[in-house]
């Protein structure tokens, strides 16, 4: 078992792996809960692509992550490929991806647990799963959690307006799966309730959300047909405020409102040799979104749109000897603009015991409808949005070795990114009263 109460806290042990600010989810804003892979570090929207049994499960409206939808107990394993050396995955996997997998549904059992800290911290878990018949079994759980949480300012710098940041949630799934050995059907349904103290006495958030995914595969002949859909629907409401100086006042400045959803499917086809493998197919994805804003003391701000993205893909690899050459290719349309083409490379050369490896690729992400449409203010600092953004790229080498002996595993990598049309946060005003940046 690994420390840490969501999958964020647990996956700090995996090398290369930061959250944006360092702040864990039990504290931290949903909107910074980005991931950085390979130094690749996130601006509020994840450079790093996060799977749940094959469906994202990053936010449509933002690329980032709710981690307190995610129960530990339910993943079985966890895949973590650094970088992009692989052509199948798109837009937001130009940092890498992690991919989470949920174990099988027993054939009976049953739990409930509750667990208890300092600052008023306390969970509860529990659930149900059994085997309905020979072919299918099925599971629900439901985790809920409670902490007073932490002073985000310094104890040298608070004034009378800053709380802890609190967090109290309630997240829970619906698992069936159905298999027969030539097919099986995994189906799940989830849903989190979520509310936060953001620091001080106006600023707090809300989050409802749910999605639902289903995933069949069918063996045919020698290949194999994997399809994919999945449907996403949340709404983030967070307060945002003025503070004065010494931190001894603070002024309701907005409340705001971001209804989103996303829609997408995939479809792969994957063939596999002793000494070689082929992987094609196809995705598509639509994302929707708004940020409603009430201003105070008066005044109303909208803005939102869609955003389509679709790609083709394919994947290969084969083996000579002790070498091993793989190569893959996407199309890639992010929405507005000329497709992108995502190409990839390299080689692994080695036997049981050590390995060298060499890969080149090239990546992209698409402005998340946050950064076009949404505008946020942190104390005194306003962001603005910019509609006229168009996607990051990055090109990116590495080269390792692997060497391996019984449970010990040593490995090196070096890597070289280079990033192109970078989207950040510029200051574009300062007064003594209030900064205003703009992505």
Known sequence: ALPGVNLDDRLRMVPGFTLFRRTSSLAANPTTQGVSLRGLGSTGASRTLLLWDGAPANSPFGGWIYWTRLD??????????????????????????????????????????????????????????????????????????????????????????????NVRFAAGALRASYSDGARRLFLRADALAEERGNGTSLTQNSTGAGALAA????????????????????????TFSAIGAGRLTERLTSRQSVPAGATGGALLWQRAASRWSLTAGGDAVRAWGESRETLFPS?????????????????????????????????????????????????????????????????????????????????????????????????????????????????????HNRLGGLITNVTRSVTPQLITRQR
């Open 72 to 165: 530990p107990e339910l993943v079985e394993r966890i895949e973590v490929t650094r970088g992009a050396p692989v052509s199948v995955f798109g837009d937001k996997a130009m940092g890498g991806t992690i991919a989470l997998f949920s174990r099988e549904p027993a054939p009976r059992a049953a739990w409930l647990g509750y667990e208890g800290g300092n600052a008023g911290t306390h969970q509860l878990s529990g659930g149900a799963e059994t085997r309905l018949a020979s072919r299918w079994a099925a599971g629900a759980s439901l985790r809920a959690l409670h902490t007073d949480g932490f002073f985000i300012v310094p104890e040298e710098a608070r004034g009378p307006i800053d709380t802890r940041a």
């Open 215 to 238: 995933n069949w595969w069918q063996q045919a002949g020698r290949g194999a047909f994997n399809a994919l859909a999945w449907h996403a629907r949340e709404e983030y409401r967070a």
């Open 299 to 415: 005044g109303y701000r909208a803005g939102g749109g869609t955003q389509t993205q679709h790609g083709l893909f394919a994947q290969a690899s084969a083996a000579a000897g002790p070498l091993r050459l793989f190569g893959g290719l996407r199309r890639h349309d992010p929405g507005p603009g000329a497709a992108f083409w995502m190409p990839s490379g390299g080689a692994a050369a080695g036997g049981e015991r050590w390995r060298a490896r060499l890969s080149a690729y090239r990546a992209l992400r698409a402005p998340t409808l946050n950064e076009l449409y949404r505008e946020f203010r942190v104390g005194n600092a306003v962001t603005l949005a910019n509609p006229l953004l168009r996607p990051e790229s990055l090109r990116g080498v590495e080269a390792g070795w692997d060497y391996a002996r019984g449970p010990w595993r040593l490995s090196a990598t070096a890597f």
